[in-house]
């Protein structure tokens, strides 16, 4: 069962306009979260997290938006730049001690287009 | 910023040999390394919790036997597969906690991608 769902494995987007990349989680206990930018046989790149005591992160061109209400999230770029294309991955964690904590439970990704 | 450096980025070997992939945190001390692996179009998946001096932590469905685990020092994890086959092909990714106790932080290693032939 997969706790953190990308229901988009894809996205194309014109350049200049907004990116919106959607993620929803089941587990309750998640209260932290993050998104990474993923380049093809590279390491994720961290661009930008976000607490559950917060509804919004900003940084730069990057926003994440959490509903915990409906345990969605979702990250926002704008404006998209051709340099934005790469698999962007949600992730989350929660905070609790013992075996598995602080472990990192990664959605699918959603491939990010930017079209210039 | 914190970095963890991770070798080979690329291993092509035949099949029955063992292949040992190596994280090395550059300029922090990473008490704890989580060793990651992704298939084509899938996400990354945990194998296993690597904690310095003490045994690695496996994920179900992980053989332990096969992907050995070594945190010898607070700067070095490494990941050895063990009698690989074509099935172990895949790109694996090392991750730290930069900060321990704080809830975000992690860094990612360049990957590794394995191919046994």
């Known amino acids: 069962d997969q706790q953190v769902k990308q229901n988009s494995p894809s996205l194309s987007v014109q350049e200049g306009r907004i990116s919106i990349l959607n993620c929803d989680y089941t587990?309750?206990?998640?209260?932290?979260f993050l998104w990474y930018k993923k380049y093809p046989a590279e390491g994720p790149t961290f661009l930008i997290s976000?607490?559950?005591?917060?509804d919004k992160n900003e940084d730069g061109r990057f926003t994440v938006f959490l509903n915990k209400s409906a345990k969605h999230l979702s990250l926002h770029i704008v404006p998209s730049q051709p340099g934005d294309s790469a698999v962007y991955f949600c992730?989350?964690?929660?905070?609790?001690?013992?075996?598995?904590?602080?472990?990192?439970?990664f959605g699918k990704g959603t491939k990010l287009s930017v079209i210039p | 910023g914190a970095v963890v450096s991770q070798h080979p980025s690329r291993v092509i070997c035949k099949s029955g040999t063992s292949v040992k992939i190596e994280c090395r945190s550059l300029d922090f001390q990473a008490t704890t390394m989580f060793w990651y692996r992704q298939f084509p179009k899938k996400s990354l998946m945990l194998m296993a919790t690597s904690n310095e001096g003490s045994k690695a932590t496996y994920e179900q469905g992980v053989e332990k036997d096969k992907f050995l685990i070594n945190h010898a020092s607070l700067t070095l994890s490494t990941l050895t597969v063990t009698s690989a086959h074509p099935e172990d092909s895949s790109f694996y990714i090392c991750?730290?906690?930069?900060?321990?106790?704080?809830?975000?932080?992690?860094?990612f290693g360049s990957g590794t991608r394995l191919t046994v032939v």
């Open positions: 587990n309750s206990m998640f209260d932290y």
């Open positions: 976000i607490s559950s005591i917060k």
């Open positions: 991750s730290a906690r930069i900060r321990p106790g704080a809830n975000y932080g992690y860094t």
């Open positions: 992730a989350a964690s929660a905070t609790y001690s013992g075996a598995g904590s602080y472990q990192l439970t």
